[in-house]
Structures are given as structure tokens and as C-alpha cells.
């Protein structure tokens, strides 16, 4: 057992393989009652000591019975462990002593409605030995209790901007700040890192004043800086979920605050606001956030900030092929989906299958959708922050995890939240993991190459590493990108190609900037 006292009281963890891990403690009041809806309030003091040994609650969320390949970044207990008051984070490392080592912030994905960061898939141990680092895990309000824009509709009575859970990430980021060197941490090297709806939620966190000089490095990993709601449609989402529940802005907000989370969580999981994509996503409300966050850091907010950015090679293979709309598309289905989003969405369509069919790769329906997904989705908002933060002379590192997922007999290829295992190196800590993931001499070598580049950038805001000697800052000239795969190599202007066909062209929000 290890006890260390931070500014609200004791924290006893545990200790395991050179690491000590410290688990849910409260770094925020509980978001309940009077506090629900608003901006998160520092932690009240506890007496004794706070036991720290065992994952802690997590944000209110539909409770998952089977998500199939998706399992492992949910808590197993979450039916049972769901809870308002879940503003908790973890804490990883190697030595309670005064080293001051770089400090990794996780934020999770789960696309703004689900996820936490008390889970195994994110036990921080392996990065933080390795790394000889502190790792943090943490969690933040999602959904509806998260981010649900209610100012505009009740008139100011229930403050909500609709970025509170991004409001409980700068909380965190501030416990960070004031506690961490108790942990053997740096409070000034603290790099955010976090994937999908993490990530997005980090390219937002660059544009938001309250966290800068909070943290000092970015990675993103699927997800950039292209996604929040304006707020005329965070209203209508608002709006729309209303109804649903059958209650009025304006005149059942007491009954609004004392909402079952349940009967709120239900209602929002059948919902999706018009025009698609996630309903729940950080909001344009003109005060935290003035503008679609790529929009802020080509204006500076992130200057001094280097910033790592990257996706996996085939991110939307997995979500296509298992959505029965999508899994079992034909031309016309094709032509459908891809031109609900994109400008002469022929010429991309055709674009595409010649560059597969050179390439040697499928050109099925099904597959040039998820390629096409992939880059519109992901990739090309990824390139974009890039090419934004060079435009500035800012730090910036692209790469591309081309790590193959087992499951199935490969048929995903690289997919979406393929790489989380391997920058954890929980890969394969349960056969459920590893068979997403994969196991293995070849796995491990490749999870010790991401860690490294991972640990670099921590240290220096450089990901280089031996292994990675050629990687470059990404400019427009060169493209410089790293690909994680068997082996790792560097690579200028990999899929420049594709990449091509999306210059000038008008896409819809809210994925990405309306032209690239």
C-alpha cells in the first residue's frame, strides 16, 4: 500500500509491479442536485484516509450488456457503478517522491455519450513503467448530463453552456496542476493525450482559454479540431430531447433538475438531433468556446503547444461493416451515403476505386465507403489541424497506426480504437483484448514502439525515436507521417492520393470543416 496527501486529504493506492496505482479519487464535487447542469466545483475535503484501490464510479451512460468487438472500453460493472457523481480520476506511477516526471492526461472516447477512465483497457501501469512517468485516467459528464445545452431554453435558470464535461476536463486538468507533484509528477510537462470523442474533446481543449497552461502537449488520436455543435443546433438537439422526455424548458425546470438520470439517459439513447452525427458534442456557446475550435488554433490559441495528431488506417471499416445499414451496401447504397455529406460525390466514388483498384485493395461497396469514411471523418480533419498548426510554424507530428485487428480473420483491417491496447499496453492483458487486438511477440514490439514515440513527445515534444529517426514535423512540403505497423516506418505523403480528391471540396458538418 501507498498513502499520499493531496490538498483535499489522504489517498491510499495500491502497489503492483514497480508502479503505484491510485484509483477514483474525487477531483471535483459530485455534479448532483443543486449542481447538476453546471460548471464543476473543486472537491470537498475528506477526514482519514480516502481508499484509492479500486476502479471508481463512472458518468451516467446506457448501461452496456454487450458491445461486442467495442467491450473493452467499458467498465465491466457498468449497470451496476453508473453514477452522477463520477467526477474521479486515476493516478499511475512509478515513485511517490519528488522526481518530477512527465505527466499523460487520458481523456476517453465513447463519443461524448459513454466511456470512463476507470477501466483495465486504460490501467496506466505498463505507460507510466516504461515511460517512467505518471499516468492519469480520468472521467468527465457525457451525454445529456454533459452536454446538453439548456441556458438559451430556460432562460438562463439552468445554466448549462452544453460544455460541462469538457468544464470537467479543465477541472481535472486543474487537480493535476495542484496535486500531481505529491505523485512524482511535473505539473509543468502534463501532455493530454485521448482517443475518438477524447480526442476531439482535446482539439477543443486547445481553443478554450481556461485550459491553457494547464497542460503543454496534445496527442489526438482520432479526432481533431473539427467538432462542435453551433449553437443553433445545439438548441434544436436540446429541443428535441425535450420532447421526448415531454417536459418544457421553460416551465418544468424543477422537474428537469430532479430527473431520474436514468429516465434522461433512455430518453437521449433513442435520440439523434437533425442532420446526424453525435448529438452530444462540445458546444459553439460563445463564451468557452467562440468558434469551431480549428478555426481558434489557426488564429493562435494553440501556439507553444506541440502537437501530435494521427489516425488509424482503416477507422471506419469496423463501424461500416457492422451497421446494418451500411453492411451490405450496393452501388446505389453507395452513391446514397457518401452524397448525403459530400460534393459531387461521383467523382469521389470514382476517385477511390480507381486508386484501391492500382493499389490492389477492395473495391467493394462496403469498402469504399469505409475508405471514403475514414478520410472525411477522420484523416482529413486530423491533416488539417496539422497543416493549420504548420501554417502558424507550431510543432505538429502526423502518423497512421496500421496495426491489424485479429478479430474475425482480420476482415477489419486496422479499425477504430485499434490502437488504445497498444498505447496502454493492455493489448492483451484478457483473451477478450487480445482477440481485438491481437497478442504476440510482433504485438508487443509494436505496442513498445508506440509507447516510445508516446514517451518521446511527453519528454521533449518530439516524438522521434531510434526507431522512428526520419520522422519529421508534418509540413505540406514533405507530409512527413510515422505508420505504426509491422515494422514501424516514415513515410512522406502516405495516400496522397486520396487526400487530393478532398482539396476545395465542400463536406457537411459536424465532422470536419465545411471545405478542405
Known amino acids: 500500500m501507498a498513502i499520499v496527501e493531496t490538498r483535499y486529504g489522504k489517498v491510499e493506492g495500491a502497489s503492483h509491479a514497480g508502479v503505484h496505482a491510485f484509483k477514483g479519487i474525487p477531483f471535483a464535487a459530485p455534479p448532483t442536485a443543486e449542481r447538476r447542469w453546471r460548471a464543476p466545483e473543486?472537491?470537498?475535503?475528506?477526514?482519514?484516509?480516502?481508499?484509492?484501490?479500486?476502479?471508481?464510479?463512472?458518468a451516467w451512460q446506457p448501461a452496456v450488456e454487450d458491445a461486442g468487438m467495442m467491450s473493452f472500453v467499458f467498465n465491466a460493472r457498468n449497470a451496476a457503478y453508473r453514477d452522477e457523481d463520477c467526477l474521479q480520476l486515476n493516478v499511475f506511477t512509478p515513485g511517490i517522491d519528488a522526481a518530477k516526471r512527465p505527466v499523460l492526461v487520458w481523456i476517453h472516447g465513447g463519443g461524448f455519450a459513454g466511456g470512463t477512465g476507470g477501466t483495465p483497457i486504460y490501467d496506466g501501469t505498463a505507460l507510466a513503467r516504461r515511460g517512467e512517468s505518471v499516468v492519469v485516467t480520468?472521467?468527465?459528464?457525457?451525454?445529456?448530463?454533459?452536454?446538453?445545452?439548456?441556458?438559451?431554453?430556460?432562460?438562463?435558470?439552468?445554466?448549462?453552456?452544453?460544455?460541462?464535461?469538457?468544464?470537467?476536463?479543465?477541472?481535472?486538468?486543474?487537480?493535476?496542476?495542484?496535486?500531481?507533484?505529491?505523485?512524482?509528477g511535473d505539473s509543468n510537462n502534463v501532455t493530454i493525450f485521448g482517443e475518438s470523442a477524447g480526442g476531439m474533446s482535446i482539439g477543443a481543449l486547445?481553443?478554450?482559454?481556461?485550459?491553457?497552461?494547464?497542460?503543454?502537449?496534445?496527442?489526438?488520436?482520432?479526432?481533431?479540431?473539427s467538432t462542435a455543435n453551433p449553437l443553433d443546433r445545439a438548441v434544436e438537439a436540446t429541443e428535441g430531447l425535450l420532447q421526448r422526455l415531454g417536459l418544457s424548458a421553460r416551465d418544468d425546470v424543477d422537474k428537469l433538475l430532479a430527473l431520474d438520470p436514468a429516465a434522461l439517459t433512455d430518453a437521449a439513447r433513442g435520440y439523434r438531433a437533425p442532420g446526424g452525427?453525435?448529438?452530444?458534442?462540445?458546444?459553439?456557446?460563445?463564451?468557452?468556446?467562440?468558434?469551431?475550435?480549428?478555426?481558434?488554433?489557426?488564429?493562435?490559441?494553440?501556439?507553444?503547444?506541440?502537437?501530435?495528431?494521427?489516425?488509424?488506417?482503416?477507422?471506419?471499416?469496423?463501424?461500416?461493416?457492422?451497421?446494418?445499414?451500411?453492411?451490405?451496401?450496393?452501388?446505389?447504397?453507395?452513391?446514397?451515403?457518401?452524397?448525403?455529406?459530400v460534393e459531387d460525390a461521383q467523382s469521389v466514388v470514382d476517385g477511390y476505386r480507381r486508386i484501391r483498384r492500382r493499389r490492389g485493395a477492395a473495391t467493394d461497396p462496403v469498402s469504399l465507403f469505409a475508405?471514403?469514411?475514414?478520410?472525411?471523418?477522420?484523416?482529413?480533419?486530423?491533416?488539417?489541424?496539422?497543416?493549420?498548426?504548420?501554417?502558424?510554424?507550431?510543432?505538429?507530428?502526423?502518423?497512421?497506426?496500421a496495426g491489424e485487428s485479429p478479430w474475425d480473420g482480420g476482415v477489419l483491417g486496422s479499425p477504430h480504437a485499434i490502437i488504445i491496447g497498444f498505447v496502454f499496453g493492455t493489448h492483451a492483458f484478457s483473451d477478450a483484448s487480445a482477440a481485438f487486438f491481437g497478442k504476440g511477440e510482433s504485438a508487443d514490439a509494436l505496442s513498445t514502439n508506440l509507447?516510445?514515440?508516446?514517451?518521446?513527445?511527453?519528454?521533449?515534444?518530439?516524438?522521434?525515436?531510434a526507431a522512428l529517426a526520419d520522422w519529421s514535423a508534418y509540413n505540406a512540403a514533405t507530409r512527413s507521417t510515422a505508420i505504426f505497423g509491422d515494422p514501424v516506418s516514415v513515410a512522406s505523403a502516405p495516400y496522397e492520393e486520396e487526400r487530393a480528391l478532398w482539396v476545395g471540396r465542400e463536406v457537411s458538418p459536424p465532422f470536419g470543416a465545411r471545405r478542405w
Not at 473543486?42 to 480516502?50: A, E, F, L, N, R
Not at 489557426?298 to 446494418?324: C, H
Not at 482529413?380 to 507550431?394: Q, T, V
Open 371 to 401: 475508405a471514403i469514411e475514414t478520410d472525411r471523418k477522420m484523416r482529413m480533419p486530423a491533416i488539417d489541424l496539422a497543416e493549420a498548426l504548420a501554417e502558424r510554424g507550431e510543432s505538429a507530428h502526423h502518423y497512421i497506426f
Open 451 to 465: 509507447q516510445d514515440a508516446f514517451i518521446a513527445f511527453a519528454e521533449s515534444g518530439n516524438p522521434r525515436t
Open 277 to 341: 452525427g453525435m448529438t452530444f458534442q462540445p458546444c459553439i456557446d460563445g463564451t468557452l468556446l467562440a468558434e469551431l475550435p480549428l478555426a481558434a488554433i489557426r488564429q493562435g490559441s494553440a501556439d507553444g503547444i506541440p502537437v501530435l495528431v494521427g489516425t488509424q488506417r482503416d477507422e471506419w471499416r469496423g463501424f461500416a461493416m457492422t451497421n446494418p445499414l451500411t453492411a451490405n451496401l450496393d452501388e446505389s447504397g453507395l452513391m446514397a451515403e457518401v452524397s448525403q455529406h
Open 206 to 225: 486547445l481553443a478554450c482559454a481556461p485550459a491553457r497552461g494547464l497542460f503543454h502537449r496534445a496527442i489526438l488520436i482520432s479526432g481533431a479540431a
Open 42 to 58: 473543486p472537491p470537498v475535503p475528506w477526514p482519514g484516509v480516502y481508499a484509492a484501490t479500486e476502479w471508481g464510479k463512472q
Open 138 to 184: 480520468i472521467n468527465y459528464r457525457v451525454g445529456p448530463l454533459g452536454f446538453l445545452h439548456l441556458h438559451e431554453l430556460t432562460g438562463g435558470r439552468i445554466p448549462a453552456s452544453g460544455n460541462e464535461g469538457l468544464l470537467d476536463q479543465v477541472e481535472a486538468l486543474r487537480w493535476i496542476r495542484d496535486n500531481i507533484a505529491a505523485f512524482g
